[in-house]
């Protein structure tokens, strides 16, 4: 699966990176940048679930 963020939405709260540096980083703009391109992992794909429901914006999704 693959974590997608819509940057458009997105307005660098930083709940996705400071819970969950597995999967995101800070970029130097401030936006997160997502660390794996495809995740199958069952615990990553948790913590994608977790990301998503905390994300204030709604930006980040889960694709197959
Ligand atoms: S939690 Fe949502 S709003 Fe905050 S930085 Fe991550 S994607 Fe952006």
Excluded at 13 to 23: D, R, S, T, V
Excluded at 40 to 55: P, T, Y
């Amino acid at each position: 699966m693959k974590v997608k963020i819509d940057l458009e939405k997105c307005y660098k709260a930083g709940e996705c990176y400071y819970n969950h540096p597995e999967l995101f980083k800070m970029g130097e703009d401030g936006f997160p940048v997502v660390l794996h391109e495809e995740i199958s992992d069952e615990s990553l794909i948790k913590h994608a679930n977790e990301a998503i429901e905390v994300c204030p914006a709604v930006a980040i999704s889960l694709e197959d």
